[in-house]
Nanobody, 125 residues
Framework: QVQLVESGGGLVQAGGSLRVSCVVS????????MGWFRQAPGKEREFVAG????????YYVVAVQGRFTISRHNAESTVDLQMNSLKPTDTAVYYC??????????????????WGRGTQVSVSS
């Protein structure tokens, strides 16, 4: 079965940087469009960034554009999210998700089949 495991979360001060990673096992990583979502307490899970399986294209929500960078490493079956200039509003549990053979870069939770359990990112002011 396909498993996704996130790592790299932690506590950082506003303006700092953090990199969260996700390793995928039990599936064919190279055909998965990978996405990062986040969920803050009391809020819905929201799309943050994604990278396509076929052309390596990326997409980011406006809130993180210019600050976050998503990258995939097929040989290692991993996807990373580099987060710079962090803000307290970035505080959330960050989840990685996989969408096999996706067209483009889906941005809704329903369009992703496999999910990790999340890693906490806390940004203090």
């Amino acid at each position: 079965q396909v498993q996704l495991v996130e790592s790299g979360g932690g506590l950082v001060q506003a303006g700092g940087s953090l990199r969260v990673s996700c390793v995928v096992s039990g599936g064919v990583f190279s055909v998965y469009t990978m996405g990062w979502f986040r969920q803050a307490p009391g809020k819905e899970r929201e799309f943050v960034a994604g990278v396509n399986w076929s052309d390596n294209s990326t997409y980011y929500v406006v809130a993180v554009q210019g600050r976050f960078t998503i990258s995939r490493h097929n040989a290692e079956s991993t996807v990373d999210l580099q987060m710079n200039s962090l803000k307290p509003t970035d505080t959330a549990v960050y989840y990685c998700a996989a969408s096999p053979f996706a067209t483009g870069i889906p941005s809704t939770t329903r369009e992703y089949r496999y999910w990790g359990r999340g890693t906490q990112v806390s940004v203090s002011s």
